[in-house]
């Protein structure tokens, strides 16, 4: 049982939204369905039982990203969601762009529980791309953080704190963030990197130096090339982004 918010700014707050469990992968329905993008809503304190928060911009007439209001305006806080027999697919935050050009400019995911009963799925967030894509180059002040999870395979964070060992001396490190960042998003601010442990030559001579970060990094710009002056190997722990946070 959900309903659509459509203006103005909205408070949900100590409910708790069900939908049918009884088939296994089965299909589950959007509890709580935004349809404009900028929807200025808080969502706290809920009980979201097998079924996910559906964020759309499907009221608009023209639905593709020129001007105007992009995806904003939303924070989920506090939340039990929890889902049982369902597909691996399943999702409980879905984005689903009427039209290309859209981005998320202010998304906070915080001090939730995400929960699976019978079986694990695969990530807690998504982007529908029925009709369009989100552009991943143009995030902005999104976070996911102090969140719990049990039974999702892919846990998610922004900023996201990431290790990367190279046992071949080498003076670039190529660090891949995937599949750690929401809706698998690019590598696009590297906010600090330093040593766990001495880095060494290859011939075992400790080293002290940090490496400078090369974000957007690959093909599918999820990676990050960290380079040295020299080859080195050891192991270096480092915090990762997915958007801009100013």
């Known amino acids: 049982m959900g309903f659509t918010p459509r203006s103005g700014t909205q408070l949900i707050t100590g409910n708790h939204y069900f939908n049918g469990d009884t088939e296994n992968d089965g299909v589950r329905r959007g509890g709580i369905v935004f349809t404009q993008p900028n929807c200025r809503a808080a969502i706290t304190g809920n009980y979201i039982d097998n079924n996910f928060i559906e964020w759309t911009n499907e009221s608009e007439a023209n639905p593709a990203f020129t001007t105007g209001l992009f995806f904003g305006g939303l924070t989920v806080t506090g939340n039990h969601f929890v889902c049982i027999n369902v597909s691996p697919s399943f999702n409980f935050i879905v984005v689903k762009p009427y039209g290309p050009g859209h981005f998320l400019h202010g998304l906070s995911v915080v001090s939730n529980v995400f929960r699976t009963f019978v079986g694990n799925i695969n990530r807690i967030e ?91 990094f690959g093909a599918d710009l999820r990676s990050v090339r960290f380079v040295f002056d020299q080859p080195l190997k050891g192991t270096i722990r480092y915090v990762a982004r997915m958007d801009n946070p100013t």
């Open 126 to 216: 998504a982007v529908d791309t029925t009709y369009a894509n989100l552009d991943f180059g143009r995030m902005r002040q999104v976070t996911f953080t102090l969140n719990v999870y049990h039974g999702i395979n892919d846990k998610v964070f922004n900023p996201c704190y990431l290790s990367h060992t190279q046992n071949t001396a080498s003076s670039q490190w190529v660090a891949n963030t995937a599949p750690q960042l929401p809706f698998q998003g690019r590598a696009r601010y590297i906010e600090s990197v330093t040593a766990d442990g001495p880095l060494t030559t290859g011939g075992g001579q400790a080293v002290n130096q940090l490496p400078w970060a090369d974000n957007n």
